[in-house]
């Protein structure tokens, strides 16, 4: 499905003066992963921290809202389901492939240990926040960017953070490297990262079978794609829903 020019629609982004920056770039509270993807993303023509419509857009091209969020689509769901009715918005958001766990003292002064994760991502790990925004695919003016990227995760054992990272607290996210970067469009674009070999119809298990993947994650990519108009329900096998797209 492509998207319908929505042009006539759209509202010309008044000029404004970019605010103080530095090395070109906007920097309010924003953490080192931010910035260092605003500072990868951007053109030397570029507005940074633009006052718009109660908002302030992370950085402005031409008439294109660009907004960087490197996790929680929650907080920011309202704002983009607003900017979408009268502007082209464009979401980056990265996809840690490999991380490096970096410890620093309780001071953050001075780099006790450096060490590689085991974890490792891969494109798929979109959805777990694509689910709480799945529906804006489908709106002509919004399209969804995925830099995959390798980063390092700065902690400190000052017993605040969360029992999973033994009470370590995360201090920042440094980007190391950007391998590459996936741009959808609508939503037939989530369907070309899933197996070729998924059977017709599918159920969920056969997802999570096909991806070697735990069930609740198969869950959350079934819900995008139902909620996306990508797959529709077609019938049931027992308890478990059949797909199609």
Not at 94 to 101: A, G, N, Q, S
Not at 173 to 189: A, G, H, K, M, P
Request: contains cysteine; proline residues 6%; charged residues 30%.
């Amino acid at each position: 499905m492509s998207k319908k020019d929505n042009k006539s629609e759209q509202q010309q982004i008044p000029a404004a003066p970019a605010p103080k920056t530095s090395n070109g770039i906007g920097m309010r509270n924003e953490r080192s992963l931010h910035a260092a993807l605003k500072q990868w993303y951007a053109q030397p023509e570029d507005r940074f921290e633009v006052p718009l419509d109660g908002f302030v857009i992370d950085l402005v091209r031409g008439d294109d809202l660009v907004e960087i969020q490197t996790r929680n689509f929650s907080a920011i769901r309202g704002k983009l389901q607003e900017l979408v009715q009268k502007y082209k918005v464009h979401v980056l958001h990265p996809l840690t492939i490999e991380k490096w766990v970096v410890q620093v003292d309780k001071k953050g002064t001075e780099m006790l240990s450096r060490r590689k994760s085991p974890a490792r991502g891969n494109l798929l790990d979109l959805f777990e926040e694509m689910v709480r925004i799945p529906e804006l695919i489908n709106h002509p003016n919004f399209t969804i960017e995925f830099p995959l990227i390798r980063e390092e995760e700065v902690r400190c054992k000052d017993g605040k953070g969360s029992k999973r990272r033994k009470r370590e607290s995360i201090k920042d996210r440094r980007l190391l490297d950007v391998i590459e970067s996936r741009v959808f469009t609508c939503n037939q674009d989530f369907l070309t990262i899933l197996p070729p070999t998924l059977p017709q119809p599918f159920s969920t298990k056969c997802l999570s079978a096909a991806l070697n993947l735990p069930l609740h994650r198969s869950r959350q990519i079934t819900y995008c794609l139902r909620k996306m108009d990508a797959i529709v329900v077609v019938g049931k096998r027992g308890n478990e829903l059949l797909y199609e797209w």
